[in-house]
């Protein structure tokens, strides 16, 4: 991949903006990173650099050129506008605030041109929300990124009701020439896609947790050691297809089962406000990740998502 001269513009340089810099950088791309606050920046810069120089060394660096090289393809800016001339495309990386989105996007919108497009990292606020009263409304969406995505390639693209089609294209193909993976969402929609699967899956660990049928260990056994490893190559509706003579054949044979299964057991959503269980949980961990080694056991976490995302690029698509 060749030093590409366009300009990418983030603002935000906190956890995800220095994700996404990082990302970009290695891509070839020039980063200009804005921060509302000076000392911030200063740190996003050399957290940056030591970052990729600690990747590059560990051979989990992204992209092309040394570290070093990559590094200074990123700049940071204390303007707003600065940070924004020239750029083709801006990810926006404030915390999830609905009245700092808003505030950020319209100021974003004052400055750019019309071609620009500004996808926000928003986890949970969907872009209507905050861009409705921007000119440039329809060159706006949101590109979720999930941590951390420099090991974590899915972006989930979603869309207001007035963001173009070509918008919506024009930034997948990006996030695929940058190495992410992106899904598209057809519409708006609460929690997008991966928090809807993932809250489903920790209603029924709640509910079994609940009634004592497993530890919180066991619990997690079953996706680390069981759904984990093949949701990591394989989706449920491909592992429906591949565990039969296709997703048809598994359906006549095992719909009834299931159905039965959950219509006969499966308790209604739990309130994750119940403290009593999640401090019953807490107390199982206490033991194996009490709070004061919960930084280590996530850099245990980060050290293993690269290493995955590492076999599964050697390994290619298919
Ligand atoms: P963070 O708190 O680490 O960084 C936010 C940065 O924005 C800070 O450096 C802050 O100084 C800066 N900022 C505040 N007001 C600003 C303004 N008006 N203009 C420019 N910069 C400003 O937050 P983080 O974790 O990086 O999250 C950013 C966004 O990404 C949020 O919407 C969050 O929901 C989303 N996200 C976060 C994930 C996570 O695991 N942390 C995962 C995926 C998305």
Redesign the pocket.
Known sequence: MAQNTKKISI????????NWSMIFAGAGYNVCL????PA?LER?KSNISSTLQRYEKDGLMRGTGTAVEQSTRVSTSTS?EECLRSTFYVQ?????NLE??T??FA?IDNVIGDDVIVA??????VASSFTEKCNHRDHMLVA??????YFIPLVEMVPAPWTKPEVMATTRTLMEEIGQSPVSLKRECPGFALNRLQYACINEAWNMYQSGLLSAEDIDKVCYDGLGPRYAFIGPLETMHLNADGIVDYCKRYAEGAVDVQNKTFKPIPTLYDVPTAEKIQAEYNTTIPLDKIQNKRQWRDNRLAALAKLKKEMGKS
């Open positions: 603002v935000g340089s906190g956890l995800i903006g220095q804005f921060d509302v606050d911030q996003a707003l926006e990386c404030v915390p999830e700092l989105k505030k950020v100021q926000s990292s928003s986890s949970c606020l979720h990124p999930i941590n951390p995505p």
